[in-house]
């Protein structure tokens, strides 16, 4: 059974940090591409940051300079590291897990965790 737990979620001024983790079970978690999304009511999920196999990185364009996202794959966790939070990165932050192995794509999500920066 997979399953992606992710935690760090909280309440933070505006301007400070915050750092979500996300840990994994039930997959070779070395193989995968691991990444960070976020959602807010009545808007699809967006990309916030990703993370390669090979440990290498992308960003949204919003969150680039202020986020890092990175792995440890002895733990099985992915990490990311928020600091300059605004208002607008108010959101519930998701994990994912993705794999394509010939044709066929595996993928798997966590629970979600919230994230509430206060102006």
């Known amino acids: 059974q997979v399953r992606l737990v992710e935690a760090g979620g909280g309440l933070v001024q505006a301007g400070g940090s915050l750092r979500l983790s996300c840990t994994a079970s039930g997959i070779t978690f070395s193989a995968y591409a691991m990444a960070w999304y976020r959602q807010t009511p009545g808007k699809q999920r967006e990309l916030v940051a990703l993370?390669?196999?090979?440990?290498?990185?992308d960003y949204a364009d919003s969150v680039k300079g202020r986020f890092t996202i990175s792995r440890d794959n002895a733990e099985n966790a992915v990490y990311l590291q928020m600091n300059a939070l605004k208002p607008e990165d108010t959101a519930v932050y998701y994990c994912n897990a993705r794999r394509v192995v010939l044709q066929s794509t595996f993928g798997y999500w966590g629970q979600g965790t919230q994230v509430t920066v206060s102006s």
């Open positions: 993370i390669t196999s090979g440990g290498a990185t």
